[in-house]
């Protein structure tokens, strides 16, 4: 009887998870609409790769697309965010990274100069993380090297 009773319990607490996650479903359809109709209205279209975004998650996707690429407020400007775009675009590598945050940085003002800078800066980077790293060199003494190196700067006046 007891093992009945339990049984029941489970599947009138299924049952309602069911009613609530549907009810939940059914939001998140709307949110993805209301993503959508967003997209367009800032874009002037809804381009494919938000649409193959699964629609569950698209609105908090384009949330955060929106609040910190497209957000003119926030603490780098367009330019800055589009070059480092392009820098991490070069070392993921990705293709459609790398057209996109090269284009963006160009109509945010970047000349071709800055974009083969932020390029080779990505370069730069990789290389000598991969010298670091490959050579495991000790990370405490690298910070302190690091740090007096600031500081002898930084007393000459050369820090920004």
Same mark, same amino acid.
């Given at each position: 009887?007891?093992? %009945?009773?339990?049984?029941?319990?489970?599947?009138? @607490?299924?049952?309602?998870? !069911?009613?609530?996650?549907?009810?939940?479903?059914?939001a998140?359809?709307?949110?993805? &609409? =209301?993503?959508?109709?967003? @997209?367009? $209205?800032?874009?002037?279209?809804?381009?494919?790769?938000?649409?193959?975004?699964?629609?569950?998650?698209?609105?908090?996707?384009?949330?955060?697309?929106?609040?910190?690429?497209?957000?003119?407020?926030s603490?780098?400007?367009?330019?800055?965010?589009?070059?480092?775009?392009?820098? !991490?675009?070069?070392?993921?590598?990705?293709?459609?990274? @790398?057209?996109? %945050?090269?284009?963006?940085?160009?109509?945010?003002?970047? =000349?071709? &100069? &800055?974009? +083969?800078e932020?390029? $080779?800066? $990505?370069?730069?980077? +990789?290389?000598?993380?991969?010298?670091?790293?490959?050579? #495991?060199?000790?990370?405490?003494?690298? +910070? #302190? &090297?690091?740090?007096?190196?600031?500081? +002898?700067?930084?007393?000459?006046?050369?820090?920004?």
């Amino acid at each position: 009887m007891i093992a %009945h009773k339990a049984t029941i319990a489970a599947l009138t @607490i299924a049952s309602a998870m !069911v009613l609530v996650l549907g009810q939940v479903a059914k939001a998140q359809d709307t949110t993805a &609409e =209301t993503a959508y109709k967003d @997209i367009e $209205a800032t874009l002037g279209s809804v381009p494919s790769f938000f649409k193959a975004f699964p629609e569950s998650g698209i609105a908090g996707a384009w949330a955060e697309f929106k609040s910190i690429q497209l957000n003119p407020q926030s603490a780098l400007d367009a330019k800055t965010k589009e070059l480092l775009g392009l820098a !991490v675009s070069a070392q993921i590598p990705c293709q459609y990274c @790398i057209y996109f %945050h090269t284009k963006a940085a160009m109509a945010n003002g970047a =000349t071709e &100069e &800055e974009v +083969r800078e932020a390029v $080779a800066m $990505a370069a730069i980077v +990789r290389h000598w993380s991969t010298v670091l790293n490959g050579m #495991q060199v000790d990370e405490a003494m690298f +910070r #302190q &090297e690091m740090d007096a190196i600031f500081a +002898r700067g930084a007393e000459k006046g050369e820090a920004k």
